[in-house]
């Protein structure tokens, strides 16, 4: 895979939009905020690209989990990829406005279910109007069919996973999170490569020399798990990977969150907060 397989452009898109096996959808999830704010799918009824339904995060994890948007089961994500219209030959396009690290959590989820034609919106909503592309209000949904998944089941690592893969030295275990974070608690052994350096503000990716640049590093190992606080994060440097070829890469779904939950091994060179993001 690489960039081009991985992002579409806006102007792409809008070239795109008659095509009957298109299927787009708003990924947003919020971090923060009031209970009087409006929620993640107010907003994407506020305001969405036309023909856009709403990829629901919860719908896609396990509602028994102690721990927040934990992957949920390969027969319920099959299902649920089939209830909101995606079928084996669909067209995907997700983007978040102003989150995208929302929008690689949900393309990571389609990619370990199986599905192959996913894109990420490159710039998302704010790119969209930038160039030309009108908005709508309201919800929409596409027609139910039924998504057999065929499972990459490497994609995503559980912590005993993890805890094998810190006795690996050509395993790197890598820290989306911000330095602040991290020096705060991190997993014993791991490194630390900020989801923000491989992010123009919240909304697209950096240019591809600077990929590269950044994740050149991890090329040298057999394999890479990316983690952060609950899973979401980590996907943005995991779809970095996958942008430069290393697909060798899986995610700790459970991260921080269940990590130091379970009393497992961390580290701390700093004051404050790991939990400064997701």
């Known amino acids: ?8 452009e806006a102007d792409e898109l809008l070239s795109k939009l008659e095509n009957k096996n298109l299927r787009i959808f708003d990924t947003t999830i919020l971090f923060f905020g009031n209970a009087s704010d409006l929620t993640a799918k107010e907003k994407y009824e506020k305001e969405h690209i036309p023909g856009a339904a709403f990829f629901d995060h919860n719908n896609f994890s396990e509602p028994n989990s102690d721990y927040m948007l934990m992957v949920a089961s390969e027969a319920e994500i099959s299902a649920q990829i089939g209830n909101i219209g995606i079928s084996e030959n669909s067209e995907i396009v997700v983007y978040a406005p102003g989150i995208l690290p929302a929008a690689t959590r949900a393309w990571w989820i389609l990619h370990y279910a199986g599905h192959r034609n996913v894109r990420i919106l490159n710039g998302g ?41 810190m006795k690996e030295s050509k395993v790197c275990v890598e820290n989306a999170l911000m330095n602040e974070s991290y020096q705060a608690a991190h997993i014993t052994g791991s490194t ?50 996958f942008m430069i070829g290393n697909e060798n890469v899986a995610v700790y779904d459970g991260s921080m969150y269940e990590w130091m939950s379970e009393g497992l091994p961390i580290t701390e060179t700093g004051d404050g907060n790991w939990a400064i993001w997701e």
């Not at 895979?1 to 579409?8: P, V």
């Not at 992010?199 to 990316?226: C, H, P, S, W």
Request: aromatic fraction near 8%; proline fraction near 2%.
């Open 125 to 165: 909503l704010d790119a969209w109007k930038k160039a030309g592309g009108e908005v709508e209000q309201g919800e929409r949904h596409y027609a139910p069919v039924e998504y057999k998944g065929l499972f990459k089941r490497k994609m995503l690592v559980s912590k005993n996973e993890v805890m094998e893969a």
């Open 1 to 8: 895979m690489d960039r081009n397989s991985i992002l579409i």
């Open 192 to 241: 630390c490569l900020p989801c923000t350096d491989l992010m123009l503000g919240m909304d697209a990716f950096v240019e591809q020399n600077l990929i590269t640049e950044k994740l050149k590093k991890g090329l040298g190992f057999k394999r890479i798990i990316t983690y952060c606080g609950g899973g979401i994060a980590a996907t943005v440097n995991a779809v970095a990977h």
